[in-house]
């Protein structure tokens, strides 16, 4: 195993993930913003979203397609790993090595042959994907452009089994992880959720709500915008009735209303410490 790496010109030391009894952790970054695409289907056609002072865009390759938000446990994995790691007092490194079976385990996948195959085609996105965004730039003159995973390789022994992986992750991403004000504890039982737009849901709502007592709202055009889901609003709107019925998000309840001037308001709320059973889910990173 390789215990230290030069990549562009920067010296880096290994970082051997760990097993077992490590909180489930998310970047605000990532929660707030559509880095990911929602859809399980390929998609390549950029996200370009603007809102403010904040801009980014997200651009995929034919051949594998843009990163998907299921791609992104992975990072939520990493995330994890480098602040229960930094917690205990331990070297962290964005120059990470774990084997196929941690990772699938912690983001509640089965470690079947098939999962192998969708994690590797998950980093092989991740690498792909680029993104140029002014999210923690000092200067808008200044532009940082990366992949979620600058470089992964797999392991193996003689025979030809996996043995692990190593991989290093953007500095973008890895500095923000660092940064204790940008980190979320997210409920595992997210990883249980199966559609693309009930994650992204739950990831804007941990962020932007929290644990307030009276929750949250936004109106559905600005979550549509907030989305960059290539979905029309109108079935933009069906798809976040669905879901309101539903009720899938863990420790939080979804309600719509209409405000005074016709708009229709996604609103939600903390509610008590059930959690929904939590099933493992075989060939869920896709």
Do not use: C
């Amino acid at each position: 195993m390789t215990s230290h790496r030069t990549y562009q010109g920067e010296q880096l030391e290994l970082f051997q993930a760990r097993a077992g009894g490590i909180a489930t952790r998310d970047a605000q970054d990532l929660m707030s913003w559509p880095f990911f695409s929602l859809a399980k289907s390929r998609r390549v056609t950029p996200i370009d979203f603007r809102m403010g002072d904040v801009w980014l865009r997200v651009e995929a390759t034919a051949e594998h397609g843009m990163a998907t938000i299921w791609d992104a446990d992975i990072l939520i994995w990493a995330a994890s790993q480098i602040v229960d790691a930094r917690d205990k007092g331990l070297r962290t490194s964005r120059f990470m090595s774990a084997t196929p079976y941690e990772i699938l385990t912690f983001i509640n996948r089965d470690d079947s042959a098939r999962s192998y195959e969708r994690l590797k085609a998950a980093f092989d996105r991740l690498q792909s994907t680029t993104v140029v965004t002014s999210i923690r730039q000092p200067s808008e003159r200044r532009r940082h452009r990366f992949s979620w995973i600058a470089e992964w390789k797999e392991r193996l022994d003689a025979a030809g089994r996996p043995l692990g992986i190593e991989l290093i992750l953007a500095d973008w991403f890895y500095a923000g992880v660092l940064d204790n004000a940008l980190i979320l504890t997210i409920d595992p039982a997210y990883f249980s959720l199966t559609g693309g737009l009930e994650r992204w849901l739950y990831r804007l709502v941990r962020k932007h709500g929290g644990r307030q007592a009276w929750g949250w709202s936004f109106d559905l055009e600005h979550l549509h915008l907030k989305s960059g889901s290539l979905s029309p609003l109108r079935r933009f709107r069906f798809e976040i009735r669905t879901i309101v019925g539903r009720q899938p998000l863990p420790s939080y309840r979804l309600a719509l209303s209409i405000d005074p001037d016709g708009r229709e308001r996604l609103t939600f709320r903390p509610v008590g410490p059930e959690r929904p059973v939590i099933r493992r889910i075989a060939g869920a990173v896709s």
